[in-house]
């Protein structure tokens, strides 16, 4: 196992780490709503000694504050996890399967938050560094931006954060193998909803209507010539429309249709322009047919720019733990989307990919589940992290 021979106190602690991780799979919870999970958070943070522990920034986030052994540095390295589930079904048999019916922890979150509190464990009891971490728990990372709320609420200065960390779990890369890039490494996420009105009537006279299916139909079609002729083929722009709901009996042409749909780009251009032919595109295709669109854009979780500087610190890190061999410096963007995005806006930082193996199922699958093995190599990347960035002088 990458790394694991390196921190045996992290190796003793994995089984008692991997219980917690399993609680937590056992008991998942949705966005904000993680109020058990965050009360078990903060319970353990106290027992371990952690020096200030502050609940409900963001709602539901918990902040965890361990002083070095020195402080003279003045610096605070903020490490995150997120601690939320997914409205799925969970298909795994497990004996610690979710017990909540249609939640699951599909992502990986529990495993994540698992990972952060044995590293807080370990620090708490060391404190071989110079300065503070600040643990930051967040809520609602999936679709309810926990992190803008946690940072709406005064988490970077309340604390004095000055740079911060974030990891997450990756299927189908090997078992502890590390994924990371400078600038952008996940993608902006946004949302569509058009509504298109025609004029109804009898299915038997279409030439007496303007069919709200046909110019649905069309719309749809149009939309995919965005990225195919208005995108420069070297950017990268994903627009896939995901719901139509429109009419209700065979036999009558509906008047209204209703597309929703996602886009995901990795620059700020590219977004603009999107978001501008989208409603472009949708408003003159329903007017060529008769018809009209009403469409509505939302911006939600921004393009994830990793920063120059701490991208390559994060990767030495993660040298260290896992071997020259196991780091990708250089990984493909993915138009998946992460609201830790917010966190870099706010202040300089990088975000990881750690594998569980090739074999896992995806994320957000009914058959997903972390990889306990993993458990002792995240501890050793966070406790490593934070003794190289904020390092004892000798002497």
């Given at each position: 196992?990458?790394?694991?021979?390196?921190?045996?106190?992290?190796?003793?602690?994995?089984?008692?780490?991997?219980?917690?991780?399993?609680?937590?799979?056992?008991?998942?919870?949705?966005?904000?709503?993680?109020?058990?999970?965050?009360?078990?958070?903060?319970?353990?943070?106290?027992?371990?000694?952690?020096?200030?522990?502050?609940?409900?920034?963001?709602?539901?986030?918990?902040?965890?504050?361990?002083?070095?052994?020195?402080?003279?540095?003045?610096?605070?390295?903020?490490?995150?996890?997120?601690?939320?589930?997914?409205?799925?079904?969970?298909?795994?048999?497990?004996?610690?399967?979710?017990?909540?019916?249609?939640?699951?922890?599909?992502?990986?979150?529990?495993?994540?938050?698992?990972?952060?509190?044995?590293?807080?464990?370990?620090?708490?009891?060391?404190?071989?560094?110079?300065?503070?971490?600040?643990?930051?728990?967040?809520?609602?990372?999936?679709?309810?931006?926990?992190?803008?709320?946690?940072?709406?609420?005064?988490?970077?200065?309340?604390?004095?954060?000055?740079?911060?960390?974030?990891?997450?779990?990756?299927?189908?890369?090997?078992?502890?193998?590390f994924s990371i890039r400078p600038g952008p490494m996940l993608a902006a996420?946004?949302?569509?909803?058009?509504?298109?009105?025609?004029?109804?009537?009898?299915?038997?006279?279409?030439?007496?209507?303007?069919?709200?299916?046909?110019?649905?139909?069309?719309?749809?079609?149009?939309?995919?010539?965005?990225a195919a002729r208005n995108v420069d083929p070297l950017e990268a722009a994903?627009?896939?429309?995901?719901?139509?709901?429109?009419?209700?009996?065979?036999?009558?042409?509906?008047?209204?249709?209703?597309?929703?749909?996602?886009?995901?780009?990795?620059?700020?251009?590219?977004?603009?322009?999107?978001?501008?032919?989208?409603?472009?595109?949708?408003?003159?295709?329903?007017?060529?047919?008769?018809?009209?669109?009403?469409?509505?854009?939302?911006?939600?979780?921004?393009?994830?720019?990793?920063?120059?500087?701490?991208?390559?610190?994060?990767?030495?890190?993660?040298?260290?733990?896992?071997?020259?061999?196991?780091?990708?410096?250089?990984?493909?963007?993915?138009?998946?989307?992460?609201?830790?995005?917010?966190?870099?806006?706010?202040?300089?930082?990088?975000?990881?990919?750690?594998?569980?193996?090739?074999?896992?199922?995806?994320?957000?699958?009914?058959?997903?589940?972390?990889?306990?093995?993993?458990?002792?190599?995240?501890?050793?990347?966070?406790?490593?992290?934070?003794?190289?960035?904020?390092?004892?002088?000798?002497?």
């Amino acid at each position: 196992m990458p790394g694991a021979g390196q921190f045996p106190a992290v190796e003793q602690l994995a089984e008692e780490i991997t219980q917690w991780r399993r609680h937590f799979h056992a008991n998942p919870e949705l966005m904000y709503e993680v109020h058990r999970t965050a009360e078990t958070v903060a319970d353990k943070l106290r027992h371990f000694g952690v020096d200030e522990v502050v609940t409900g920034i963001g709602r539901t986030g918990v902040v965890g504050i361990i002083k070095g052994r020195e402080t003279g540095s003045g610096r605070v390295v903020g490490l995150r996890a997120d601690m939320d589930a997914l409205p799925i079904e969970e298909a795994t048999g497990l004996p610690y399967a979710s017990t909540r019916k249609g939640v699951m922890h599909a992502c990986g979150h529990d495993g994540h938050t698992a990972m952060l509190l044995g590293a807080a464990k370990h620090l708490a009891g060391t404190r071989n560094f110079d300065g503070a971490v600040a643990l930051i728990f967040q809520p609602a990372a999936e679709g309810g931006a926990g992190s803008k709320a946690m940072i709406d609420d005064g988490l970077m200065d309340r604390f004095g954060i000055s740079e911060v960390y974030g990891l997450h779990n990756m299927p189908g890369e090997p078992l502890g193998h590390f994924s990371i890039r400078p600038g952008p490494m996940l993608a902006a996420s946004d949302r569509f909803t058009i509504c298109i009105t025609g004029r109804g009537g009898h299915a038997a006279y279409p030439h007496t209507t303007i069919d709200a299916t046909l110019v649905a139909a069309h719309v749809t079609v149009m939309l995919q010539s965005i990225a195919a002729r208005n995108v420069d083929p070297l950017e990268a722009a994903v627009l896939s429309v995901t719901t139509v709901h429109v009419g209700d009996a065979f036999n009558v042409i509906p008047e209204t249709a209703k597309l929703t749909g996602t886009v995901r780009t990795l620059s700020p251009t590219i977004r603009d322009l999107m978001e501008r032919r989208i409603s472009e595109t949708a408003e003159m295709t329903a007017r060529a047919l008769g018809a009209t669109a009403e469409v509505h854009y939302k911006r939600s979780y921004p393009v994830l720019i990793n920063h120059p500087e701490q991208t390559s610190f994060a990767a030495e890190v993660a040298q260290n733990v896992a071997g020259e061999a196991a780091v990708n410096r250089e990984c493909r963007p993915t138009m998946g989307a992460e609201d830790f995005a917010f966190m870099l806006q706010a202040r300089p930082g990088a975000f990881i990919f750690a594998g569980i193996g090739e074999d896992r199922p995806r994320l957000h699958h009914p058959l997903y589940d972390f990889n306990d093995e993993l458990i002792p190599i995240g501890c050793a990347y966070w406790i490593r992290l934070v003794e190289k960035a904020m390092p004892i002088k000798e002497g």
